[in-house]
């Protein structure tokens, strides 16, 4: 596998100098399907000698080429898309907690005595 040469539909693909975006190795599988993984790569810090103190990579996706034909397939961060919703559910439940606990802003329009709590009986003949 290590004489592969890419499809020249990959020759022309843009990067920032290969700083942040990481092609893996061409992969083929048995029924011939070539398989490019993708990932973005930071790094931060630097150490005395210039070397980064620390390299953390992302998967993006892979590129799948399977008769002449290429498709991009992104990868799915579950971990983000949960946090993302138990997040949303706190926020929620906190904005209705504090709409219940305090009282709204806008005028209070209903008539005295028109209440179920200041007339329940009124309301009970009603049903």
């Not at 061409?26 to 490019?36: C, E, L, Q, R, S």
């Not at 949960?82 to 439940?93: C, D, E, F, W």
């Amino acid at each position: 596998m290590g004489g592969m040469q890419l499809p020249s539909s990959f020759e022309g693909l843009v990067t920032d100098g290969g700083k942040s975006i990481v092609y893996g190795e061409p992969y083929t599988t048995a029924d011939g399907t070539m398989v490019i993984t993708v990932a973005k790569v930071r790094t931060r810090g630097s150490g005395a000698d210039g070397e980064p103190l620390e390299t953390r990579a992302r998967p993006l996706g892979v590129f799948v080429v399977k008769d002449g034909n290429a498709q991009w397939q992104p990868s799915f961060n579950a971990d983000l898309a949960s946090t993302l919703g138990i997040l949303t559910g706190l926020i929620s439940a906190a904005l209705g907690l504090a709409a219940i606990i305090r009282r709204p802003p806008w005028p209070d329009l209903t008539l005295p005595g028109w209440s179920p709590a200041e007339n329940p009986r009124w309301f009970r003949d009603r049903r």
